[in-house]
């Protein structure tokens, strides 16, 4: 089976997305970012769900959706990225490490995909290419620019 979990902050506000780019733009583009987790797993959902709340969110200060939509609505495009298979992915393994210590999780995790999301929010034209340039790298990320939800 498997579940998708995106976590937003909740008291962090969106910023401006010039501080993302190495170039700022005209406009008054914002940004707000989160995780997205994709996890494939048998067992309990239950365990997993919990597993999840433990490890991943902290409850007073971060939000989490589940299911595959988007957290986060207004948004003229986002971009999701995150570690090609292979790649040195730090966060990930602290995960996996966590849940290999745990005597009996009541599922088993059979793959974990970590992704970063930033919804971008105003601006007049589509600016994500600037953005895939400056934020990924094609030697370790793969990405892929979601359209807008107005």
């Not at 790298?137 to 359209?147: D, R």
């Amino acid at each position: 089976m498997r579940e998708i979990y995106e976590i937003s902050d909740r008291f962090i506000e969106a910023g401006d997305a010039n501080g993302l780019l190495y170039e700022p733009l005209a406009g008054g583009l914002t940004y707000r970012r989160t995780r997205r987790y994709e996890l494939d797993y048998e067992g309990d959902q239950a365990s997993m769900e919990a597993f999840v709340k433990k490890t991943l969110l902290d409850e007073i200060s971060q939000e989490l959706h589940a299911g595959e939509d988007a957290a986060l609505e207004g948004y003229s495009f986002a971009l999701e990225y995150g570690m090609k298979p292979g790649a040195l992915d730090l966060e990930k393994e602290a995960i996996l490490s966590y849940y290999r210590g745990i005597p009996s999780p009541g599922f088993e995790l059979k793959d974990l995909r970590i992704r970063q999301r930033i919804y971008l929010f105003g601006g007049k034209g589509d600016e994500s290419g600037r953005f895939v340039r400056d934020l990924c790298n094609a030697a370790i990320h793969q990405w892929n620019v979601l359209p807008g939800h107005v």
